[in-house]
Nanobody, 119 residues
């Protein structure tokens, strides 16, 4: 059964750091662009960051640029999101997602991990 599983969420004070991980099983992420999305209470899910299948191209939402770093380890079939200088507005459920090359929609989504940033 192919799936993505996030981990690393938790409660942190503003200004702190967290590192989220996304582990794939049942398929290899080698041919997948991988992304992070988040959803705050009462809000729609929003894009956070993405990394190309080769890992040589990344993109970030303006709200996290310069603070978050997305990375991947194809050999370990994992992806990560290093989050620094966290703000209360970063609070939400963080989801990882995988989109196969040449596809326009995501084939896999994780169940999400909660990140709470206190002021």
């Amino acid at each position: 059964q192919a799936q993505l599983v996030e981990s690393g969420g938790g409660l942190v004070q503003a200004g702190g750091s967290l590192r989220l991980s996304c582990a794939a099983s049942g398929f290899t992420i080698t041919s997948y662009h991988m992304s992070w999305y988040r959803q705050a209470p009462g809000n729609e899910r929003e894009f956070v960051a993405t990394i190309s299948w080769k890992g040589n191209d990344t993109a970030y939402a303006d709200s996290v640029k310069g603070r978050f770093t997305i990375s991947r380890d194809n050999a370990k079939n994992t992806m990560s999101l290093q989050m620094n200088s966290l703000k209360p507005e970063d609070t939400g459920i963080y989801y990882c997602a995988g989109r196969r090359r040449f596809m326009t929609s995501y084939q896999y989504w994780g169940q999400g991990t909660q990140v709470t940033v206190s002021s």
